[in-house]
Structure formats: structure tokens, C-alpha cells
């Protein structure tokens, strides 16, 4: 079986013409010299640092989603979210500087601190084998007019690994068919719309975007697959292919939130943790998830023999960052006096549009050629049942951090 995650997020940044008088041409100061070569330690550490903010960053966001819109699928990436508005932050100064950290968790990291463990992470996470792939990226689309800061190239380049391409945003039109088939190609043309318009006086596009593709260690048989019910809410059930698989998995109840803990491993060191709340307690388990969480989930999960059903999945989110953001407290890096001369000190920037798209898909398909997995020898002992038949939530994470990659909310796995 593998899975597919895709996400994408583009952030649209728009130059104002309006403004009287341009603003004076200062290099702002280096605060830190970048980084040539990552000292591992010390990455692993602000790493580790970032992981867990990032972590209580996406438990926030969801919250803020679940309550907007209690009834639907929720699929995002706060490591993604997160990626973008860290690499923006270069180029912000002063209260928007302030307002991003705050929104994103990052207020007590030290700005050095904060963009190596950024580097660290996009290094660590950038993998590709037979079993696994992951391609997390930013790329800068920039026009010529813009003259943007030495300073926020150099860093962008050397901290993010960003891709500079120079575009003419005179001719929107062909400006957004130029993103959109970069972003495409990056996410193996799965992504292939992210830019729906682009604002006239848009001068600058920062796009992050995650593609990932793995094995589960212990696949399902599509023999197993049957048709069943998913009870979506009180008297509302679905249809959906519910897959099987008997195996060893860590497994745990949590009695303070109510809730299942199944883990599931894909081959490399990805987890998916699915939580599934008993009857009635979603709101409850939502409004629990505090970055302790998966210390406190790793001191109660244990390997057990476990019946698992899990539904295929095939769904796709596209949220408006802008609106979602505001109700975090960011607002400035998107208005007229927002502070963003550190990116060019020519003209008053802000961030236009803000996109973020995720799709993510799980089903039965091995990836070609790849060998089929191993057997694994099941002690005699009773198996726990574990039927993910009602809305559950699932986090996606690299363990040796650990750092959330990806947080969804299935709510109705049929898509309806």
C-alpha cells in the first residue's frame, strides 16, 4: 500500500505603488553570518526546538479549522505553513517580524537559532529511496522591477535552499501559467493549479511545497478490502473500502482524552499515528493536543496483536491562508504597513494571497517494482480490535525528532 501526500503553498507578495516617497535604502544589519556547512549537533538541537513548536503550531491551527468548519475533512502541513512564513520572516523586520514569531510559536528561538533548524530539517527530510520518497521546497518567483536585498538572496539561497526564478508579473496570465507548471513538475503533477489569479502590482511569489510517497512496512491485502460503513455522525453513515490487516502494532488508550492511539510505520523512520476519539469525544481530543502530547503517547503505547481496519483515502484541502492566519493574530505582513524592507527597501511590500493546498491519498498500490514485505510471526494471544469507522485524526511524523509533517482530520472519508 502507499500513500501520497502533496502539498503546496503559495504566498503571493504584492508591491504598492501608492506609497508616498520610497522608503530609504538601508542594509539592515546581519544578525548572523549563514550557515556554510550545518554543524550537526547543533542543528539537530534548534531542530528538535522547532519540532516541538511547529507541533503546538499545527494542534492551534487545527483547532482553529475544526471550529470554522466542525464537519469536513481537515489536511495540512504546519511544517510547510511554517517553512514559508520562517523563510519570509528574513525579510520582515520590527512588529510583523514579531507578529510571525508569535503566530508561529517562534517567539522564544532566537532568529539565528530558528532559520538552522529550518536548514536542518529541510536536509534531514529531503529523502529518496526505494521505498520512500520526499521533496520539501521553496522557490522565489521574483520580477526583474523588484530589486530585492543582497542579503534576503543570499539567506533564502544558503538557509532554505530556495530556487530564484525571475518572472514577469507584467503578464499575469503567463506569469501564473509559469508557477503553476514549476509547481507542478515539483510535485509530480499532482499539484497543478495552486495559482488561481495573481493580483496586478504582485511583484513576488514565495511557493512551498511538500511531495511525499511512501510503503507501509507491513502492507494490506487488496483481497482483504471490503465495503463498509463509516458513521460520520448521529444517524449519517458513508460507504467506504475498508482495508484489513491482522499485524503487531504500538497501540494505546489515552482515558484523559478519550481516545484509540494506533501506530503505524512506513518503511524509513515515517510514523502515521492515528487517534481515533470514542463515540461523541472529537471535540474533546481536539481541544486536548497540547506538544506534550506525543511524549506522553510514546510513555503509554505498547506492541500488541491488532485487527486493523483503516478506509482508503483520496481527498483533497485548499485553504486561504490570509483568513486562516488573521485569526492566529498575523495580520501585518499582509497589509500596506507591514515591515518588509529587509526583502527590498525600494517599495512597500505585503504579502498578497496566501495558498495552501494539500492532497493526500491512501490506498492498496505497492510502488513499481518494489518487493512485496516480509511476514511477521504473531504471538498467541487474543487480538485488540481497532476499526477506524468513524472520524479519527491522523498525524504523519519523522521519529527521530520528532517533527510533524502532516496533520488531517477525517471527518467523511468518502469525500461527500
Known amino acids: 500500500m502507499t500513500m501520497k501526500l502533496i502539498l503546496g503553498l503559495g504566498l503571493f507578495l504584492a508591491g504598492l505603488l501608492t506609497v508616498k516617497g520610497l522608503l530609504q535604502a538601508r542594509d539592515a544589519p546581519e544578525s548572523y553570518v549563514s550557515p556554510t556547512r550545518v554543524q550537526e549537533r547543533r542543528g539537530k538541537k534548534d531542530a528538535r526546538m522547532l519540532a516541538r513548536h511547529n507541533l503546538d503550531f499545527g494542534f492551534k491551527l487545527l483547532q482553529k479549522l475544526a471550529a470554522n468548519s466542525p464537519q469536513q475533512n481537515i489536511f495540512f502541513s504546519p511544517l510547510s505553513i511554517s517553512t514559508a512564513f520562517s523563510m519570509l520572516s528574513l525579510g520582515a523586520q520590527n512588529s510583523t517580524l514579531e507578529e510571525i514569531k508569535q503566530g508561529f510559536n517562534f517567539k522564544d528561538i532566537p532568529d539565528k537559532d530558528m532559520h538552522l533548524g529550518f536548514n536542518y530539517l529541510l536536509h534531514k527530510l529531503n529523502q529518496e529511496t526505494q521505498d520512500i520518497k520526499m521533496n520539501l521546497g521553496n522557490a522565489l518567483f521574483m520580477d526583474q522591477k523588484l530589486k530585492p536585498q543582497k542579503r534576503f538572496l543570499r539567506l533564502a539561497k544558503s538557509v532554505y535552499d530556495a530556487d530564484m526564478v525571475l518572472t514577469s508579473f507584467q503578464n499575469l496570465e503567463t506569469a501564473q501559467r509559469e508557477i503553476n507548471r514549476y509547481i507542478s513538475q515539483k510535485t509530480h503533477n499532482i499539484i497543478n493549479n495552486l495559482v488561481k489569479n495573481i493580483d496586478p502590482g504582485t511583484v513576488m511569489l514565495l511557493a512551498n511545497y511538500i511531495y511525499f510517497r511512501a510503503r507501509w512496512q507491513y502492507e494490506f491485502n487488496p483481497k482483504e478490502t471490503k465495503e463498509e460503513e463509516f458513521f460520520v455522525e448521529k444517524g449519517k453513515t458513508v460507504k467506504v473500502p475498508m482495508m484489513f490487516r491482522g499485524g503487531m502494532y504500538d497501540m494505546a488508550y489515552d482515558s484523559q482524552l478519550s481516545c484509540t492511539i494506533l501506530e503505524m510505520p512506513y518503511r524509513g523512520n515515517i510514523t502515521a499515528t492515528f487517534v481515533l476519539p470514542d463515540s461523541g469525544k472529537m471535540k474533546q481530543l481536539e481541544q486536548g493536543l497540547q506538544a506534550d502530547i506525543f ?88 487480538p485488540q480490535r481497532v476499526k477506524l469507522n468513524s472520524p479519527f485524526l491522523m498525524m504523519l511524523y519523522e521519529e527521530s525528532l520528532p517533527s510533524m509533517i502532516f496533520l488531517a482530520k477525517v471527518y467523511d472519508p468518502s469525500g461527500k
Not at 358 to 365: F, G, H, I, Q, R
Open 295 to 382: 511524549a506522553k503517547w510514546k510513555s503509554l503505547l505498547s506492541k500488541r496483536v491488532v485487527d486493523v481496519w483503516v478506509p482508503k483515502l483520496h481527498a483533497s484541502s485548499t485553504y486561504n491562508m490570509k483568513k486562516v492566519l488573521s485569526r492566529l493574530g498575523i495580520s501585518k505582513v499582509f497589509e500596506e504597513h507591514g515591515d518588509l524592507t529587509r526583502i527590498s527597501s525600494h517599495r512597500s511590500l505585503k504579502v498578497g494571497e496566501a495558498v495552501h493546498q494539500a492532497e493526500l491519498k491512501m490506498d492498496e498500490k505497492g510502488m513499481e517494482g518494489a518487493a512485496g514485505s516480509g511476514a511477521q510471526t504473531l504471538p498467541m494471544e487474543t
